[in-house]
């Protein structure tokens, strides 16, 4: 089936340098995408989505990309914090109602 | 804000129990949704609920079923636990399209 991943399970980046998660996708019928947050004992927490009419969203701090020529979806995160140490997950919409994962990209941060 | 809750952060039980994991939103969802998350597997929908007494099978359903007596709970039934379903699991509601709202998971685990 078809599904979505990504290209790296772990990042280690520095205390106020941008983090770039990418995620490659297969289903091109999705109509969004959307990244999830997970710290350490809890539940993912939404951060932002982008429909497939789109290529470029942005938030606070956060910006997704979505590249649909080569099926590639990336959350950057700009002036990376401590409190952003969690793991990332990408996210497409399968139907109405389900949402298929990605694995997770660990993000690390370094002081 | 939104709140799902689980009933238990940390369950231990012996394989052949009957187990039953609970899970309740506050914001009057109509799809709730039942996820195991596993290491390097990311999360895995086992079942999902559009409505009261409404079920349908996610990917991975064999060996779990589910309840939906009342809008706001969704219970998770393990009817003979075995050891391979030691994992984390974790319940998500859905208000509006594609966002999903988390708990913050049960460990369980099956000896």
């Known amino acids: 089936g078809e599904s979505v991943g990504l290209h790296l399970p772990t990042l280690s980046v ?14 091109s019928a999705s109509d969004y995408f959307i990244w999830y947050k997970q710290e350490s004992g809890k539940g993912p927490q939404f951060i932002i ?41 990408c996210a497409e919409n399968e139907g109405a109602q389900k949402l298929v994962f990605g694995q997770g990209t660990r993000l690390t941060i370094n002081p | ?28 969802h109509e799809n709730m949704f039942w996820y195991r998350q596993d290491p390097g597997l990311g999360l895995r ?45 974790l319940c998500a509601s859905m208000g509006r399209p594609h966002e999903q709202y988390f708990g913050p998971g049960t460990r369980l685990t099956v000896t």
Not at chain 1, 51 to 66: A, I
Not at chain 2, 1 to 24: A, H, I, M, N, P
């Open chain 2, 1 to 28: 804000d939104v709140k799902v809750t689980q009933s238990s952060r940390y369950l231990v039980k012996r394989t052949g129990e009957k187990v039953f994991l609970e899970c309740v939103q506050d914001m009057d």
């Open chain 2, 45 to 89: 929908l086992i079942y999902f609920s559009y409505d009261v007494k409404m079920k349908e099978k996610g990917d991975i359903p064999e060996g779990y079923s589910v309840s939906r007596e009342k809008k706001e709970r969704f219970s998770l039934i393990l009817e003979s636990a075995s050891t391979n379903q030691t994992s984390m699991y």
């Open chain 1, 49 to 89: 989505d982008i429909r497939s009419n789109m290529d470029k969203r942005q938030g606070q701090r956060v910006t997704v990309l979505l590249n649909k020529t080569v099926k590639h979806l990336s959350l950057q995160i700009a002036a990376t914090q401590p409190g952003d140490s969690a793991v990332y997950f």
């Open chain 1, 14 to 27: 520095q205390e106020g340098d941008n983090s770039i998660i990418n995620c490659a996708y297969s289903n």
